[in-house]
C-alpha cells in the first residue's frame, strides 16, 4: 500500500482521512500543527507516527517529507475556516506559504499525487451553483488565502508537472466534527432535548458527509488528473437551510423545545445560497454523495450514543 503523508492530521477531516487511510492499510505519517490537541487521534495513537510541524518553517517540511518518502501528500491543514480564527498573517502562513513549502517538498520527491484542500468560500457570495472555472470572488482573508493556494497548485501542477489537484469543500459534518460547529452543536444540544443559538433560519448550506469526503481524497489521490492542477467541487448539488437543519434534528431526535432564530449572530459570509456544481468530479473521478442530510444527522446522532465519553466532551467543549 502507499505510503501518504496527511497534514492537519489533528483536524476533523483529516483525522477521518487518517482512520480511513489505516483502515485500508495504507502506511499515513500524520502531521499536525505545532501545539495542536491531537484528542481526535487518541484512539489510533501507535498506529502511524503522528509529527508536529510548522508548514511555514520550510526547512523542517522538506526533512519530514524526504524522511516519510511518501507517494502522495494529502494536503488538509488549514487556519481560518472557523469564525474564532481571525489573524490574517497565521492564515495566510498556514494556507499559502505552508502550500508552497509542501508543494516544493512534493516536487524534490518526486510524488505520485499531491491532493490540495480547497474550500467553496473561494467563490465569494454566488446565486447559483458555481462550476469550477467560474471566477472565484473571495470575501474573507481565508478565501483569499485558500482561493491564493489554489492558483499557486494550479501554477505548480503546470510549470513542474506535478500530479496535482484540489477539493473544493463545501460543508463537511460527522463524526469528530470541531464541537461549535452547527450540526453537532444540534445533535449535542438535540440529544439533551434543547437547540442551540441559531442564525438566520434561511441560511443555507451544501452539507456533505464526511465520509463522503475522504472518499473523494482517496479518488482524487488515484487517479492522473489530464488538467494541470484540477479543481473538483465536492459537495451533494443539494442545499439545507439552517431551519430545514433543526426540524431534521427534532425529528430525529425528538425535540420539544422551540428554536430561538436570531440567538446566534450572522457571519459575514452567511447567505440563503450555498450549493455546489459537482458535476465535473462526479463525471470525472466517478465520486457520488452516499449520504442525503437526514441519514448523514442520523448516523451522526447513532456515533454519539455510542460514545457517552464524546458526547460529554462535546457538553464540555460547547459551554
Not at 7 to 29: K, Q
Not at 263 to 277: E, K, L
Not at 305 to 315: C, D, G, I, N, T
Request: glycine fraction near 8%.
Amino acid at each position: 500500500m502507499k505510503r501518504v503523508v496527511v497534514t492537519g492530521a489533528a483536524g476533523f477531516i483529516g483525522a477521518n482521512v487518517a482512520r480511513r487511510l489505516l483502515d485500508d492499510g495504507y502506511e499515513p505519517t500524520l502531521l499536525t500543527g505545532p501545539g495542536s490537541d491531537c484528542w481526535r487521534l487518541a484512539e489510533v495513537e501507535g498506529s502511524a507516527p503522528v509529527i508536529q510541524l510548522d508548514l511555514a518553517d520550510g526547512d523542517a517540511v522538506a526533512t519530514v517529507v524526504s524522511a516519510a518518502r511518501p507517494e502522495w501528500i494529502l494536503h488538509l491543514a488549514a487556519h481560518g475556516a472557523y469564525s474564532w480564527q481571525t489573524d490574517r498573517a497565521a492564515i495566510l502562513r498556514t494556507n499559502v506559504v505552508g502550500t508552497a513549502n509542501l508543494l516544493e517538498a512534493a516536487r524534490r520527491s518526486n510524488v505520485e499525487a499531491f491532493v490540495n484542500t480547497g474550500s467553496s468560500s473561494e467563490y465569494g457570495l454566488k446565486g447559483t451553483a458555481p462550476a469550477e472555472d467560474d471566477p472565484v470572488e473571495p470575501n474573507s482573508a481565508y478565501a483569499v488565502a485558500k482561493a491564493s493556494a489554489t492558483m499557486l497548485c494550479r501554477h505548480v501542477a503546470a510549470v513542474d508537472g506535478l500530479n496535482v489537484c484540489t477539493l473544493r469543500l463545501y460543508s463537511a459534518y460527522g463524526p469528530w466534527e470541531e464541537p461549535k460547529r452547527l450540526i453537532p452543536a444540534l445533535a449535542v444540544e438535540g440529544l439533551h432535548g434543547r437547540f442551540p443559538p441559531l442564525v438566520d433560519p434561511q441560511t443555507a448550506r451544501d452539507f456533505v458527509w464526511v465520509g463522503d469526503i475522504v472518499d473523494a481524497y482517496v479518488l482524487a489521490a488515484r487517479a492522473v488528473h489530464a488538467e494541470p492542477g484540477a479543481v473538483y467541487n465536492v459537495g451533494t448539488g443539494t442545499q439545507t437551510t439552517v431551519g430545514e437543519a433543526a426540524e431534521i434534528a427534532r425529528s430525529v431526535l425528538g425535540v420539544e423545545a422551540m428554536p430561538r432564530w436570531g440567538s446566534m449572530a450572522a457571519r459575514s459570509w452567511d447567505t440563503d445560497c450555498w450549493v455546489a456544481d459537482s458535476s465535473k468530479i462526479r463525471q470525472t473521478l466517478n465520486w457520488r454523495p452516499t449520504r442525503g442530510f437526514r441519514e448523514g444527522f442520523e448516523e451522526l446522532a447513532s456515533w454519539f450514543r455510542a460514545k457517552p465519553e464524546l458526547l460529554s466532551y462535546y457538553v464540555t467543549a460547547r459551554a
